[in-house]
């Protein structure tokens, strides 16, 4: 599986920006597909994550706030993020995960100003 990331950029606190990573391959609707983000100097860490069959999970920092979404027809895995904050802010990746096997996208960088 090879994916690759999009739709970063710089926003204002308070606004959205909407990521998409785009999957190559046949395997793409039976992975887990999960958005995770580096800030600098910090670990990378999960942020969101969704099943093949539609389940989501949010880290708490984000819940209420962004949107984990699937479309298995165009092998593609979206993030919403509303009302960002500074604390947003780092390179996102894009994983899949399929039994014991996982792949990472090159990551986007989101840039939230105060």
């Known amino acids: 599986v090879q994916l690759q990331a999009s739709g970063g950029g710089l926003v204002q606190a308070g606004g959205s920006l909407r990521l998409s990573c785009a999957a190559s391959?046949?395997?793409?609707?039976?992975?887990?597909m999960g958005w995770y983000r580096q800030a600098p100097g910090k670990q990378r860490e999960l942020v969101a994550a969704?099943?093949?069959?539609?389940?989501?999970s949010y880290a708490e920092s984000v819940k209420g706030r962004f949107t984990i979404s699937r479309d298995n027809d165009k092998n593609t895995v979206y993030l919403q993020m509303n009302s960002l904050k500074p604390g947003d802010t780092g390179v996102y990746y894009c994983?899949?995960?399929?039994?014991?096997?996982?792949?990472w996208g090159q990551g986007t960088l989101v840039t939230v100003s105060s």
């Open positions: 994983n899949a995960k399929r039994a014991l096997a996982y792949w």
């Open positions: 391959g046949t395997l793409f609707s039976s992975c887990i």
């Open positions: 969704i099943t093949s069959v539609g389940s989501t």
